[in-house]
């Protein structure tokens, strides 16, 4: 049986079901980086387990992900754990 898109994305997509976070950097360009950000996104606004997709850093390849209502973006990691404290 040939292996399909589907199950490879459902591969990858499976450990975004779990975490109650998600942070990206955005200083890299990156395609892999946008599934895992729009799996987090599926997630936060599908009734998933995800409560906190932030984006770390200045954009630099700019992605409609990035400006999500769902999505925080800071300077820097410290930011945000300070933000949650």
């Given at each position: 049986m040939a292996d399909t898109g589907w199950s490879?994305?459902?591969a990858v997509?499976?450990?975004m079901r779990r975490p109650e976070s998600h942070a990206t950097t955005s200083?890299?360009?990156g395609r892999g980086m946008f599934v895992e950000l729009g799996a987090a996104l599926a997630?936060?606004?599908g009734?998933?387990?995800v409560r906190h997709?932030?984006?770390v850093g200045p954009i630099q390849h700019e992605?409609?992900?990035y400006f999500h209502p769902a999505v925080t973006r800071v300077g820097h990691v410290g930011e945000w754990?300070?933000?949650l404290a």
């Amino acid at each position: 049986m040939a292996d399909t898109g589907w199950s490879r994305s459902r591969a990858v997509a499976h450990p975004m079901r779990r975490p109650e976070s998600h942070a990206t950097t955005s200083e890299h360009d990156g395609r892999g980086m946008f599934v895992e950000l729009g799996a987090a996104l599926a997630s936060a606004t599908g009734g998933g387990r995800v409560r906190h997709i932030v984006v770390v850093g200045p954009i630099q390849h700019e992605s409609v992900f990035y400006f999500h209502p769902a999505v925080t973006r800071v300077g820097h990691v410290g930011e945000w754990l300070t933000a949650l404290a």
